[in-house]
């Protein structure tokens, strides 16, 4: 007669499925009594059983299933899964009354599964901070760590094995003592579609704030492609070349979005003598007219005058500095007629030289809110190269004024070519390139309106650096970069091509407005793998001031709805995970 052939086989039906003694001992402290009788103790629960080896450990294993505090039992996999649902609908307001009413009701099970159903937004109608009591989450802190723990495990994995690099964007509610921030990541999935996701949040000193973008990027540091921030980074703390230096791949840089530009214009424009005096001096002209007209019944402003002296008589609010200076440049004519009337206000008032200044300063200001304006939308008509010589062109069509020796762009036009718009070249010119609308036709035709004949020095460098980026790319991946035999005209074989010469050489797609550019490279990628590998990784922002993100990770913290949280008990520690789970499992935009 044959034998069993399962006979000592480890096949699941020669045996039960079962733990080893080994691994239930591990979650057991083994111990004796006072009588001598061998114990077993939860290391999870502190809860004893008969660790006698008669009673084999069956019972054990049974328990460690269904310890609430096992990490890795079922009943604790479901409560888990539960809270993450939780966190994903609910705001964290949402999520202190829920758990605060599930408290009160002790006959309710500890997640209320009729809150949940779907459509249920009546706790995001209610929500506000006032009576809630932000303790409650002490009592599920452990579930929550470990699910912020789990996930972002998951979210670091999941980066690390993305097949392209990746955007960091900080997002911050500058204007606060302690500056809550969040730190986006922005890549395009495999599906060819832009994602976003808050990787992290906290709430510090501006100032530190690179130093937590690090912490939250250690496991990932290689892979970033270009960080976006809102406010100018403090020399101590050099991202740029700390983040230059982990990847093998180029760094496109610490870039600063439009919001920081009119700051950093803001506080350079107060720091200059220059400026404060043209300002006092718009002031001391705005008081005189303000006193006269009410004492001399020859002088009778209308609305809009009465209303532009009210305006220049203060010092300009925070980014102000554009309305106060086109609303002096509106009243200069009035001044004038008024000066020709009164000796006294002839001698306040400015000069002609002056005058020039402040309409100068004025154009300079428009043309900045312009740019920064069109770099925001993304808008085509934005120059791909901001310089001085682009500046002077521009001005000099907008107003009569030396542009070459004007303080405005000596002083501030300069810093913020330097900080902001040099920075965003190289972005923009692989941008355009990689739009197979345009490619080179669109940077030749943008120098040429711009340079006229020194466009070819441009072209030139452009047409290199794109390359560079090219050729580091293509040598880190050579297996999968290609090259092509070209036939001539007579069908005889000629030199081969590289992808990029041949996808410079093909055809552009027909410039139409409605054009979906990364499905385009979706269905080319195969032809050109190293160029779609860098159009994965420089095309994951729409624009280069990208707010999808800043917009839904702004909300989370506007008007310190999370701020009253921050303070006090050990809520705080909460509170970061929460908003790092919501992040983790939803998208930056909700």
């Given at each position: 007669m044959k034998g069993d052939p399962n006979a000592g086989s480890s096949s699941p039906s020669a045996i039960k499925k079962m733990k080893k003694p080994s691994d239930v001992l591990e979650e057991m402290r083994e111990y004796r009594d006072a009588d001598g009788n061998v114990k077993a103790e939860c290391n999870h629960c502190k809860k004893t059983f008969d660790g006698s080896s008669k009673k084999g450990t069956t019972h054990l294993e049974n328990h460690l299933e269904s310890c609430q505090a096992n990490p890795k039992s079922k009943g604790r996999t479901e409560e888990l899964k539960m809270l993450a649902s939780l966190i994903k609908k609910k705001s964290v307001d949402g999520l202190i009354e829920h758990f605060s009413n599930t408290e009160r009701d002790t006959t309710d099970e500890d997640f209320d599964h009729s809150s949940d159903r779907e459509g249920d937004t009546s706790d995001e109608k209610r929500e506000n901070s006032d009576g809630l009591d932000p303790s409650v989450l002490k009592s599920r802190k452990d579930e929550i760590l470990q699910l912020y723990q789990e996930e972002k495990e998951k979210i670091h994995q999941f980066l690390k094995n993305l097949s392209c690099r990746f955007s960091l964007q900080l997002v911050a509610l500058v204007g606060l003592f302690e500056v809550p921030c969040s730190l986006v990541v922005h890549y395009i999935d495999d599906s060819w579609e832009r994602q976003s996701k808050i990787i992290s949040f906290w709430v510090d000193d501006a100032d530190i704030a690179m130093e937590y973008v690090k912490e939250s990027c250690l496991?990932?540091?290689?892979?970033?492609?270009?960080?976006?921030?809102?406010?100018q980074i403090p020399p101590a703390y050099d991202g740029e070349s700390w983040f230059s230096r982990q990847g093998s791949l180029p760094f496109a840089g610490c870039l600063r979005n439009a919001d920081g530009l009119m700051d950093y214009i803001d506080g350079v424009l107060r720091s200059e003598d220059y400026f404060r005096d043209g300002i006092q001096s718009l002031k001391e002209c705005a008081h005189y007219v303000a006193s006269k007209s009410r004492s001399d019944e020859?002088?009778?402003?209308?609305?809009?005058?009465?209303?532009?002296?009210c305006w220049l008589n203060r010092v300009p609010d925070p980014r102000g500095h554009l309305k106060y200076f086109a609303t002096a440049v509106r009243v200069k004519e009035a001044f004038f007629e008024l000066g020709q009337l009164d000796s006294d206000f002839r001698s306040i008032n400015l000069t002609e030289q002056k005058w020039d200044e402040v309409t100068a300063t004025l154009e300079h200001l428009k043309f900045l809110e312009d740019v920064a304006v069109g770099f925001s939308s993304g808008k085509c008509e934005t120059p791909i190269i901001v310089d001085l010589p682009y500046v002077h062109k521009i001005l000099k069509d907008r107003c009569n004024h030396p542009v070459e020796d004007c303080l405005f762009c000596k002083?501030?036009?300069?810093?913020?070519?330097?900080?902001f718009f040099s920075k965003y070249y190289l972005i923009r010119v692989i941008a355009v390139i990689l739009d197979?609308?345009?490619?080179?036709?669109?940077?030749?035709?943008?120098?040429?309106?711009?340079?006229?004949?020194?466009?070819?020095?441009?072209?030139?460098?452009?047409?290199?650096?794109?390359?560079?980026?090219?050729?580091?790319?293509?040598a880190t991946d050579t297996s999968n970069s290609k090259s092509y035999e070209m036939l001539d005209a007579m069908g005889r074989p000629s030199s081969p091509k590289s992808e990029l010469d041949l996808y410079m050489k093909e055809l552009k797609v027909p410039a139409v407005e409605e054009f979906d550019i990364l499905a385009w490279w979706?269905?080319?990628?195969?032809?050109?793998?190293?160029?779609?590998?860098?159009?994965?990784?420089?095309?994951?922002?729409?624009?280069?001031?990208?707010?999808?993100?800043?917009?839904?990770?702004?909300?989370?913290v506007h008007g310190g709805l999370l701020c009253h949280y921050f303070y006090g008990e050990d809520i705080p520690e909460l509170i970061r995970p929460l908003v790092c789970l919501k992040g983790f499992l939803g998208t930056a935009e909700n």
């Open positions: 496991s990932i540091h290689g892979k970033i492609c270009s960080v976006l921030v809102p406010f020859r002088i009778q402003l209308d609305g809009d005058v009465q209303r532009a002296i002083k501030v036009m300069k810093g913020a070519i330097d900080l197979p609308r345009f490619k080179m036709d669109g940077v030749q035709l943008h120098c040429k309106e711009i340079y006229g004949s020194d466009a070819y020095r441009y072209l030139e460098k452009m047409n290199k650096d794109f390359r560079d980026v090219y050729d580091a790319y293509a979706r269905g080319n990628a195969p032809f050109y793998p190293t160029l779609a590998r860098m159009a994965r990784d420089y095309l994951a922002l729409k624009s280069p001031f990208d707010h999808r993100a800043a917009e839904g990770a702004g909300a989370l």
